[in-house]
């Protein structure tokens, strides 16, 4: 069974510039929710998808975007990018959106602006 | 609003002591609890989750979590550390309403002192 892969695993770019991360969800799950975690900090919600459909939205700007394929894979997309975007982004999956269901986590993609 | 307590940031334990970690939650509804651990430079892991029914909850690697509605905590405790079990530990919330989604205490860092 293959977990939650994520990629690029490390990233650079600069202020103002836009990033896409990527996601596969574990085999089975076609929910995938996306985390933004800074440093020293939990994680915190960005947004699910569900069905090719954003499912809920935490308290992240609309520059914040995404995308799930018909093979339950996602995409995060984030526009003009701010140095506080640096941090640790990580991509969860589960077997549905309800609640009880446990989120599985990839190993996220570390994201650094200059 | 739901919100996650984790009362204490870094917890130093000498190997084969016993630990606890602390969670207390705040929430108007039900709650789902959840533990997870991460360890250097991977993504988090699922340790145990409380659903419903007994308040006791084992997971895996030893560790097992009591859910006290009384006092809103989900406190977790393993009798014996081993160095293994240095990692950073997260109490996360979710609720049966809208979006599964995950709301995380500042984690817990665990050092195992040999």
């Known amino acids: 069974e293959t977990g939650v892969t994520q990629s690029p695993t490390h990233l650079i770019k600069t202020r103002g510039q836009q990033v896409t991360l990527r996601c596969s969800s574990q085999?089975?799950?076609?929910?995938v929710s996306w985390y933004q975690q800074a440093l020293g900090q939990g994680p915190q919600f960005i947004f699910q998808y569900y069905r090719e459909e954003e499912n809920g939205r935490g308290n992240f700007p609309p520059r914040f975007s995404g995308l799930q394929f018909p093979n339950y894979s996602s995409e995060l997309n984030v526009n003009a990018l701010e140095l506080d975007d640096s941090a640790l982004y990580l991509c969860?999956?589960?077997?549905?959106?309800?609640?009880?269901?446990?989120?599985?986590f990839g190993d996220g993609t570390r994201l650094s602006i200059l | 609003a739901q919100s996650v307590t984790q009362l204490d940031s870094q917890v130093p334990v000498f190997e084969e002591a016993p630990v606890e970690l602390r969670c207390n939650y705040s929430?108007?509804?039900?709650?789902?609890l959840f533990w997870y651990v991460q360890y250097p430079n991977q993504g988090l892991q699922l340790l145990l989750k409380?659903?419903?029914?007994?308040?006791l909850v084992k997971g895996i690697n030893g560790f097992e979590a009591e859910f006290n509605k009384s006092q809103t905590s989900f406190h977790l405790r393993k009798p014996s550390v081993h160095i293994s079990d240095t990692a950073e530990y997260f109490c996360a919330v979710s609720v049966n309403q809208g979006a599964q989604k995950l709301v995380f205490g500042q984690g817990t860092r665990l050092t195992i002192n040999p």
């Open positions: 929430s108007s509804v039900s709650v789902y």
């Open positions: 085999s089975g799950h076609n929910t």
């Open positions: 969860a999956s589960s077997t549905t959106p309800d609640s009880n269901q446990p989120q599985h």
């Open positions: 409380y659903l419903s029914g007994s308040t």
